[in-house]
C-alpha cells in the first residue's frame, strides 16, 4: 500500500500538470508539463498560475518563433523565470549566460538548459568562471567519448561545472561509474554516459553508488516496471545520493506508478505510456525521499539533474517518433 506522503506527492505532481496544462499552449509536449511540474514538486515551490502567464508573455515578447528560448525550453523557462523576484533581470542572466555558452545553432536550445542550471548554483561566483568550467568539462568528455558526447550533453557539462567536486576528481570519478556500468548493466551506451556522469556529482563511494542504481534497474524490471535500456534509466542516478537501499526505493517508485496508473494521462493510446510514468514515479519517490532540512543542497542538484535527464528523453523520444 502506497505511503501517505507518496501519495501526496503523486497528487501534488497531477495538479500542477493539470495547473500548467491551462496556462500552456494548447498543443505543449505533455512530458514538457510533467517536467515544468517535478521542477516544482522536487524544489517544495509555490506554483504561481498568474505569473508564469506574465512570464510567458513577456519570454514570447523578447523572442521570436526561431530564438534558442522557443521549443520545448519555454514553459520550463517562463516557470524559473516565475520563481525569480525580477523575471526580467532572471531572462536577462540566462540570455547572457546561454550566448556565452553557445555549442551551435543545433543545440542552441540546450545552451537555455545549461543557463538555468548555472544561474541556480552561481551562490555568489563568477559567472565567467563557471562559464569557462563547463566548456572546459564538455571539450573533456567530447575528448574521452567524442561520438557519444554532443551538445545534448552541455547541461550535463554545467552541472559538473557547478559540484564543488574537482574537477579531475569528477572526471575520474565519471570514467570509474562509465566502465561499472558498462559491465554490469543492461543499458545503451547513451545511457551508460548518462548515469555516469550524474553518479560523478556525488560523494559517496562510486562502486556502491553504481551498483544500487544497477540493482534498482533490475528489480524494476522483475517487477515490470522497466524504464527500458535508454536515458529514461538517468532518472534513478538522483536516489544514489539517498541512504536508502535498492529495495526500499524500488517500492517507492512502484507504489508510486501504480498511483499515477489511475489517471488517463498515463492511459490509453494518447497517453504517456508505462515507461515514461516509471519515469515520473521516480521523480516523486525521489522528492518524497529528499529531506527538506538535512539535504537542501542535494534537493538542489536533484531538481537540476531531473531536468536535464528529462530534456534528454524527452529529446529520445522525439527522435523515436520522427523515425
Known amino acids: 500500500m502506497i505511503q501517505y506522503d507518496l501519495m501526496r506527492k503523486c497528487e501534488t505532481l497531477m495538479d500542477l500538470y493539470l495547473y500548467m496544462k491551462d496556462d500552456a499552449d494548447r498543443f505543449e ?13 522536487t524544489a517544495r515551490v509555490k506554483y504561481d498560475s498568474e505569473e508564469v502567464v506574465r512570464c510567458l508573455a513577456l519570454l514570447r515578447n523578447r523572442h521570436g518563433i526561431f530564438s534558442r528560448f522557443r521549443g520545448t525550453e519555454t514553459f520550463i523557462t517562463a516557470c524559473k523565470m516565475s520563481l525569480a523576484q525580477d523575471p526580467g533581470a532572471y531572462l536577462d542572466t540566462l540570455e547572457d549566460l546561454s550566448e556565452r555558452l553557445n555549442v551551435g ?3 542552441s536550445g540546450r545552451t537555455v538548459l545549461a543557463a538555468m542550471i ?22 573533456n568528455m567530447k575528448t574521452r567519448h567524442m561520438f557519444l558526447t554532443t551538445g545534448e550533453d552541455l547541461p550535463m557539462a554545467a552541472l559538473m561545472a557547478s559540484s564543488e567536486k574537482d574537477p579531475q576528481t569528477i572526471f575520474d570519478d565519471a570514467e570509474r561509474a562509465y566502465q561499472v556500468f558498462k559491465r554490469d548493466l543492461k543499458a545503451e551506451v547513451d545511457a551508460i554516459q548518462l548515469l555516469s556522469h550524474i553518479v560523478s556529482l556525488y560523494y559517496g563511494d562510486i562502486e ?16 515490470k516496471h522497466t524504464l527500458g535500456s535508454g536515458v529514461r534509466l538517468g532518472i534513478l542516478a ?35 505510456g508505462e515507461r515514461d510514468r516509471t519515469v ?38 522525439a527522435v523515436a517518433a520522427a523515425a
Not at 509536449?29 to 514538486?41: D, E, G, I, K, M
Not at 568562471?129 to 566548456?135: D, E, G, Q, S, V
Request: net charge negative; proline share 3%; aromatic share 10%.
Open 118 to 139: 548555472l544561474e541556480d548554483n552561481l551562490d555568489g561566483r563568477d559567472p565567467e568562471y563557471l562559464i569557462n568550467k563547463t566548456k572546459d568539462i564538455y571539450h
Open 280 to 317: 515520473f514515479a521516480a521523480v516523486c519517490a525521489t522528492s518524497v525521499n529528499y529531506d527538506a532540512e538535512s539535504a537542501q543542497r542535494s534537493a538542489l542538484i536533484s531538481t537540476s539533474v531531473q531536468l536535464a535527464i528529462i530534456q534528454q528523453i524527452m529529446m529520445a523520444a
Open 208 to 223: 556502491e553508488m553504481c551498483q544500487k542504481i544497477i540493482d534498482l534497474a533490475d528489480i524494476l524490471h522483475r517487477e
Open 105 to 107: 545553432i543545433l543545440y
Open 29 to 41: 509536449n505533455p512530458r514538457v508539463l510533467f517536467a515544468a511540474a517535478s521542477l516544482f514538486l
Open 238 to 272: 538522483p536516489m544514489a545520493d539517498l541512504p536508502f537501499s535498492a529495495y526500499e526505493l524500488s517500492r517507492d517508485i512502484i507504489d508510486a506508478s501504480d498511483f499515477l496508473k489511475e489517471f488517463k494521462e498515463f492511459r490509453g493510446l494518447f497517453g504517456l
